[in-house]
């Protein structure tokens, strides 16, 4: 047996790397993309700054079509029809620009790790780009591990694709070599605790009916000494001035605390960290 023949039976096939039950089925993932428009898009000023940020630097860069000129230079093609096709992706949608279309691609990547476009073909050559929602379509692998075909889902009906019609663009995930990873995945937790502190702090201006505390009595106080009382607490509390002033009352009061003050939840430091640490996953690809 020559060397070739030899390494070629050695070689560990595709086939045998993958897991059986994947082959011809959906690579599926835990993490959509609806969910990361939901929960951190629409609902985290963060995480809108950031894709939005980079959504931004993406679509404004002006793409071209070159060609070699000799051996060491390249040139610009003016008028390749792939370059008036990344400009103009839809003939018949001009709100469909390619601005958008990068601006899309960009805001699907970084919120749900994956971007898709419909090329759509004729004689062969592309002449439309299409932006696919990345939670309706899934790749379906070969036995030897290619792309078979993807499978888009209208109306509850899966429809192949050709991946020769799909452009796929991912942030690579160790676990899966067929769909890309979230970077929003990785930073979830920290959205989602500082959507609680702002919950949390919105509730507590809402709810100021609920006192901060009381002040206890020992023994019965008359109506005219609850009045003075009253009064005093008033009188040291309202108005700017006063503010987090200590306040002084007589007749053995003593001060109970019934809830936590802003100052102890610490939520504006807490809210630069969970800011902080949203905006490293935005850096991390930029």
């Given amino acids: 047996m020559d060397i070739k023949a ?30 990361a428009i939901r929960e951190g898009y629409n ?46 992706p839809v003939q018949a949608l001009p709100l469909l620009s390619g601005r958008t279309l990068f601006q899309i691609l960009t805001q699907h ?7 898709l476009w419909h090329v759509v073909l004729s004689g062969g050559y ?18 030897d591990g290619l792309i078979d075909h993807y499978e888009y889902t209208i109306e509850g009906q899966p429809q192949p694709i050709p991946p020769e019609n799909i452009a796929h663009f991912l942030f690579p995930d160790p676990a899966n070599m067929y769909w890309g990873i979230s970077k929003m995945k990785a930073a979830a937790k920290i959205v989602d605790t500082d959507l609680e502190a702002i919950n949390w702090n919105k509730s507590a201006m809402q709810n100021r009916a609920i006192s901060d505390g009381v002040f206890t009595f020992k023994g019965v106080m008359t109506k005219e000494q609850w009045e003075e ?43 630069k960290f969970n800011m902080y640490e949203i905006h490293e996953i935005g850096r991390a690809h930029v």
């Fill in 43 to 88: 609902a985290s000023v963060w995480v809108y700054a950031c894709v939005e940020k980079i959504a931004e630097a993406a679509c404004s860069v002006p793409w071209h079509v070159q060609k070699r000129i000799d051996e060491d230079e390249w040139g610009r093609d003016e008028g390749h029809p792939l370059e008036h096709l990344l400009d103009n």
């Fill in 126 to 143: 592309p002449v439309e780009l299409w932006p696919l929602l990345p939670d309706r379509i899934k790749p379906v692998p070969t036995k």
């Fill in 6 to 35: 030899k390494a070629e039976a050695e070689a560990i096939n595709t086939l045998q790397m993958l897991p059986t039950w994947q082959h011809k089925k959906p690579a599926w993932t835990d993490w959509s993309t609806s969910r």
């Fill in 229 to 271: 009382a009253r009064e005093q607490v008033r009188l040291q509390h309202q108005g700017a001035d006063n503010a987090r002033t200590p306040w002084v009352l007589g007749a053995d009061a003593a001060w109970q605390q019934m809830s936590m003050s802003p100052a102890e939840m610490d939520f504006i430091n807490s809210r």
């Fill in 109 to 115: 990547l970084y919120l749900g790790g994956n971007g």
